[in-house]
């Protein structure tokens, strides 16, 4: 199960996570084809609350995130599968940029059960 992460700007200083703009939808795939049984957890923590979309993608078995963050700064998503087991390369970092007022840090978190079967 790996995350594909849309990121637009191909910046030469990409770290995996990618970046972002105030008030632009960011989005973000998980392949589940190659899981088995589990509950998938998905959470974006950040100087914002961002209200966190899913959209399941049956045929591929894939998942279809999809966020928008209103204040800049540094976002963290985390994807977990089966329990607390964070997938190879979470949690990603997402460095939001734009001009927005401070808030604290909140979280936003979205968990599905999915049981994927071998094709």
Request: proline content about 5%; charged content about 25%.
């Amino acid at each position: 199960m790996t995350p594909v992460a849309d990121d637009d700007d191909d910046d030469d200083d990409d770290d995996g996570g990618g970046d972002g703009d105030v008030g632009e939808e960011s989005e973000f795939v998980v392949d589940t084809s190659m899981a088995g049984a589990g509950a998938l957890a998905v959470s974006v923590d950040g100087p914002s609350k961002v209200h966190l979309e899913c959209d399941e993608i049956k045929s591929v078995n894939q998942y279809q995130f999809t966020y928008r963050p209103s204040a800049a700064g540094l976002y963290t998503v985390s994807v977990k599968f089966a329990g607390d087991t964070h997938i190879p390369g979470s949690p990603f970092l997402v460095n939001v940029k734009g001009t927005v007022a401070y808030s604290p840090l909140v979280s936003q978190s979205l968990c599905r059960n999915t049981r994927c079967e071998s094709v």
